[in-house]
């Protein structure tokens, strides 16, 4: 018997922190209001920073306002043992769930705490990323991308709040400087590797009711505006052999995009047109202007390509079968992240351990590792929440859920800041420290 017990996951003070976070910015109906860089969210980061003080731990803002909590090991400084860095988000999106970012957050904490019981090594760092969620700036994993050189403090002065607060304020204002993370990211890209743990957020774990989702790709999304524009006619006076119907041609390139999805499911390819505007549409009025937003993502960036290829194919003949002028631009194009396997199969072990099921899967939503794995090796795991609902207030995660979360995530530290994951009897020294334990 391996499994780590639940007595040593000190079950009753986790829930009493996670307890404490998750009130932080809740609104009436128990929806999470903490949007990146609020008072909610900054009264959060200064929670965490108080309890990762109490327990003993380093604490600083990095110049994108990420919060840094350090566990410093006895082979600190060695550079046969470079840290090992967790991480995910606390901010969330309006009126959504307890879990999304926080559980991962906690989980780290926790585990990071619960080495107490065992010879710590090497350090352990957490980062708390800043903006995670789009929701307040339209731009994503802010925190993540300046330490990975995707964005600049520059480009941050164009992401505006609804109030016309830039993304570059908001950190200014908090006393960081976004063009200032060179130690951090050196910090990272010098270190043993990455480790996140994020609720699903999809269905997948639940309905094969399997405990951990191990990533091995995040896919990243295309995105296309599409301008469809034919010629606005009477609804009564124009005759159908003579209109020119945008929308009739933007109901075709809907199910267009559905088809390409269907026939390339098989090749992990997902395509969703989310909106659709008819610009001054009337019941009486045959569609002269619509707006349509395509959403593709993959794994393999060849079969996207084929996909956004043969989509343009199609929007070509619809625009000439139809006599419309079809304009499709690029909103973004990002790569999908390929993780790092030999990081994954730290977790794998520690699941046969631990005795949980598990399974590789795609993370078809955005993440913070995916601008670690820029940095580092990065590898990342699901636990699933019921249902697959997220950014939803209605999110739910089992306790059980989250004890095996916590379970992976302190048995895989114990296996990787204890010894050295490279010698073979070292290995077997941790196996015999987990067995003690457990048996305890
Ligand atoms: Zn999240």
Redesign the pocket.
Known sequence: MRRVSLQQLNWEQYLADFNALASIGQNEAGGMERLAFSEADQQAHKLLAQMAENAGFEVKWDGAGNLWITRRGTDDGNPDFPPLLLG??MDTVPDGGKY??LL?VMTAFHAMRLLDQVPQRRTVTLIVFRC??SSRFNCATIGSKLLAEQLTGQMLKSYVDKEGISAYDAIRELGGNPDNLYLERKYIKDSFGFIEM??E?GPVLGERNTDIGIVNHIAAPHRFHIIVKGTAAHSGACPMGSRNDALTGAAEIILAVERLGREYADQRIVATVGKCDVINGAMNIVPGHVELYVDIRGIDQEIVTEVVTKLHMELAEIASKRNLSIEPTILSQERPVKLDDDMAEFLVEQCLKNMLTFLHMVSG?G?DTMYMAKLTRAAMFFVPCEKGISHNRAEAVTDEAVQNGLRLMYATLVRICTLDPEDEREKAEMDRLLIEEAYQ
């Open positions: 995910s988000h999304d970012g991962g995670e969620e994020h609720i957020q939503a993440h």
